[in-house]
């Protein structure tokens, strides 16, 4: 394997699939890695991956560094999906936990190291006025008061206009499915909710399946691919932890074949089998990985034109081409005019 | 990145890279003597850039980003270069820091143990510090006293000192033979200019020292000195701390440890001289 590892992406790419290939670095390499690492938000994730290898003690500390703060994040995201149970216990009504606090919740590999920003939960569509009314009650505040966003989210977007504590500072983003009723796919949210998995105190997890297929739909049929490594990790270890069965059916079912092959595809390409020899990579999936890992030494974005194709790509993704237009129009000007 | 340099400061390794050359090179000028990032991997990256491609020629001004960024900051002239990477490397310290718990102090040290000076802008940190350095102490620094949280030891980061506005000549009429950086006029801040730290406090940067005294120094009143009580110091470092949310219960239990263990007294002083009477009244009834 003597693959030229280029300053970008695969950097850090190879160090998450083979840690024991860090050996060969200088410190030029050292640098550049731990800076994309950062930008990536994958510091802690591979700081976990490269504990106990030997390195350069200066590279040892600043990962040393990621995993105590990757520790204190989540003790904070753990700490805010109680305070959310808290305040919707009363309600009685399912409230599941999403991405990064439900992989920590769950202590599965994915969690390990994983950077957490703003909680995020699931709950049925039914009960999103109850939930959203207990949540301004314990002290969430809106965070944008533009009435054409605010009527925007809640008119077209899959999760409430995101909310954020008075005292914590974290935010909320209460979904209540995981694609934008704009986007021509509409997953199953109720049987999202029906197979979710309970934990201890009472808070869920998506099964297996919806979990892998929730990270595949938020990266392939929703976003512009924006941390897309850090995406793609998840999927990674989520299918080393579970494997794929059943999850292609499931898939299926939410519309949603095409995001989920692409995910595993491409998470195994980055990260379990960097040339590709078992993999049948299209000219398509060559373009999505040279965007996912657009990202230099010094930890900027780079390949501006193909980051602006996905950006536009995921604007019509999301919505019909008409409505797009006038979105955008009405973005542009500022203005707050009807939807 | 074109024009690129590399220092630490204290435990601090920072990359800085830059579209043009001129802060690189006035960097490197001001910290010629101090050493590369240990094992030649920095801690922290800066980057120097213009806001747009042509920005580089035309009007120049400098943007501030690196591995951790504030999404209001403001781009400066080329002329504030050095003001610029100076803000971006303290601004990776404030938001990156894990390892240290950091109180916005100035700090320096006599006989191994430091005196803590942390007071608000205008407070006179900077300026009391240089003095002190002026009169034999070694200067640890005038922005962050970095806590050890294992150990509770003070290590320096002996960065450019900032002085601003009217420090600018005390210090410079009091320290004849210092090396000062560029002036930076109306710059945000006000005017500035950067003194190097004498070669004793760079030589000594790798030396941590003990916490003996804390001071929260305000300049422009007569002369007085009050006791700071326990619960009234907690909230103060607290607030001047910019990492103790972030570094959870470590942070808590360096902070506390802080104000458990050694004194804190609070002093008014309307001049310089003032100030260093007192610091030398209470470092001498320790």
């Known amino acids: 394997m003597d693959r030229v590892v280029k300053t970008d992406g695969w950097l850090l790419a190879r160090a998450l699939c083979d840690p024991a290939s860090v050996a060969t670095l200088d410190a030029n390499g050292w640098t550049s890695l731990l800076t994309i690492a950062r930008a990536e938000q994958l510091i802690g994730s591979l700081a976990h991956r490269l504990e106990g290898l030997p390195m350069p003690e200066s590279a040892a500390r600043i990962l040393a560094d990621a995993r105590g703060s990757a520790a204190q994040g989540r003790v904070l995201a753990l700490w805010e999906a109680e305070m959310a149970r808290r305040a919707l216990a009363s309600l009685g009504c399912p409230v599941v936990l999403l991405k990064g606090t439900a992989f920590i919740a769950a202590g599965l590999?994915?969690?390990?190291?994983?950077?957490?920003?703003?909680?995020?939960?699931?709950?049925?569509?039914?009960?999103?006025?109850?939930?959203?009314?207990?949540?301004?009650?314990?002290?969430?505040?809106?965070?944008?008061?533009?009435?054409?966003?605010?009527?925007?989210?809640?008119?077209?977007?899959?999760?409430?206009?995101?909310?954020?504590?008075?005292?914590?500072?974290?935010?909320?983003?209460?979904?209540?499915?995981?694609?934008?009723?704009?986007?021509?796919?509409?997953?199953?949210?109720?049987?999202?909710?029906?197979?979710?998995?309970?934990?201890?105190?009472?808070?869920?997890?998506?099964?297996?399946?919806?979990?892998?297929?929730?990270?595949?739909?938020?990266?392939?049929?929703?976003?512009?691919?924006?941390?897309?490594?850090?995406?793609?990790?998840?999927?990674?270890?989520?299918?080393?932890?579970?494997?794929?069965?059943?999850?292609?059916?499931?898939?299926?079912?939410?519309?949603?074949?095409?995001?989920?092959?692409?995910?595993?595809?491409l998470a195994a390409a980055l990260y379990a089998d960097p040339d590709g020899v078992q993999l049948r990579l299209s000219r398509l999936d060559r373009l999505y990985l040279h965007r996912l890992t657009a990202r230099d030494g010094w930890g900027r974005a780079v390949r501006p034109l193909l980051r602006q194709a996905f950006y536009m790509r995921s604007h019509l993704l999301r919505m019909p081409p008409l409505m797009l237009a006038r979105h955008l129009w009405t973005k542009w000007r500022g203005g707050h005019h009807a939807i | 990145m074109k024009h690129t340099h590399?220092?630490?400061?204290?435990?601090?390794?920072?990359?800085?890279?830059?579209?043009?050359?001129?802060?690189?090179?006035?960097?490197?000028?001001?910290?010629?003597?101090?050493?590369?990032?240990?094992g030649d991997i920095a801690d922290f990256n800066v980057r120097l850039f213009a806001t747009r491609p042509w920005r580089r020629l035309v009007r120049p001004s400098v943007?501030?980003?690196?591995?951790?960024?504030?999404?209001?900051?403001?781009?400066?002239?080329?002329?504030?270069?050095?003001?610029?990477?100076?803000?971006?490397?303290?601004?990776?310290?404030?938001?990156?820091?894990?390892?240290?718990?950091?109180?916005?102090?100035?700090?320096?040290?006599?006989?191994?143990?430091?005196?803590?000076?942390?007071?608000?802008?205008?407070?006179?940190?900077?300026?009391?510090?240089?003095?002190?350095?002026?009169?034999?102490?070694?200067?640890?620094?005038?922005?962050?006293?970095?806590v050890d949280p294992t150990?509770?030891?003070?290590?320096?980061?002996?960065?450019l000192v900032s002085l601003k506005n009217k420090a600018i000549h005390v210090v410079s009429a009091a320290m004849p033979?210092?090396?000062?950086?560029?002036?930076?006029?109306?710059?945000?801040?006000?005017?500035?200019?950067?003194?190097?730290?004498?070669?004793?406090?760079?030589?000594?940067?790798?030396?941590?020292?003990?916490?003996?005294?804390?001071?929260?120094?305000?300049?422009?009143?007569?002369?007085?000195?009050?006791?700071?009580?326990?619960g009234e110091v907690f909230v103060r470092l607290t607030q001047a701390s910019t990492n103790y949310v972030a570094m959870g219960e470590r942070g808590f239990t360096a902070l506390t440890r802080l104000v458990r263990e050694i004194p804190a007294k609070a002093i008014d002083y309307p001049d310089t001289g003032a100030a260093m009477t007192a610091v030398e009244q209470l470092w001498t009834g320790l």
């Open chain 1, 109 to 265: 590999a994915a969690g390990v190291g994983r950077s957490i920003g703003d909680l995020d939960i699931l709950v049925p569509t039914d009960r999103l006025d109850a939930v959203e009314r207990a949540l301004i009650a314990a002290n969430w505040e809106w965070v944008k008061p533009d009435p054409y966003d605010d009527a925007y989210y809640r008119r077209w977007m899959h999760e409430l206009p995101p909310l954020i504590h008075r005292d914590r500072d974290r935010m909320i983003d209460v979904h209540h499915t995981i694609l934008p009723l704009t986007a021509r796919i509409t997953p199953d949210a109720a049987a999202l909710i029906a197979d979710s998995v309970a934990l201890e105190n009472g808070l869920r997890i998506l099964s297996h399946p919806d979990m892998l297929i929730h990270a595949a739909a938020h990266l392939f049929a929703d976003g512009d691919l924006a941390g897309g490594m850090r995406n793609l990790w998840d999927v990674h270890r989520l299918v080393e932890e579970f494997g794929t069965e059943g999850v292609f059916d499931r898939a299926a079912h939410h519309g949603l074949s095409v995001a989920m092959h692409r995910a595993v595809r």
């Open chain 2, 6 to 38: 590399q220092l630490r400061i204290g435990p601090v390794g920072f990359r800085i890279g830059s579209d043009w050359a001129a802060p690189i090179a006035q960097l490197k000028t001001l910290y010629r003597d101090y050493p590369s990032p240990h």
């Open chain 2, 63 to 146: 943007m501030i980003g690196g591995d951790y960024i504030l999404p209001e900051a403001a781009p400066l002239p080329l002329a504030q270069g050095l003001l610029a990477a100076e803000m971006a490397m303290n601004l990776q310290m404030a938001l990156g820091q894990r390892r240290y718990l950091l109180i916005h102090a100035s700090v320096v040290e006599r006989d191994g143990r430091a005196l803590i000076m942390t007071g608000e802008s205008g407070a006179g940190k900077s300026t009391l510090a240089a003095m002190l350095a002026a009169r034999g102490w070694r200067l640890m620094g005038d922005e962050f006293a970095l």
């Open chain 2, 151 to 159: 150990t509770g030891l003070i290590h320096a980061f002996p960065r």
């Open chain 2, 177 to 230: 033979k210092g090396r000062f950086g560029p002036l930076l006029a109306a710059t945000p801040k006000g005017d500035i200019q950067h003194l190097v730290p004498d070669a004793r406090a760079i030589a000594a940067m790798d030396q941590p020292a003990m916490p003996a005294l804390l001071l929260f120094p305000n300049f422009g009143f007569a002369p007085a000195i009050r006791d700071v009580g326990a």
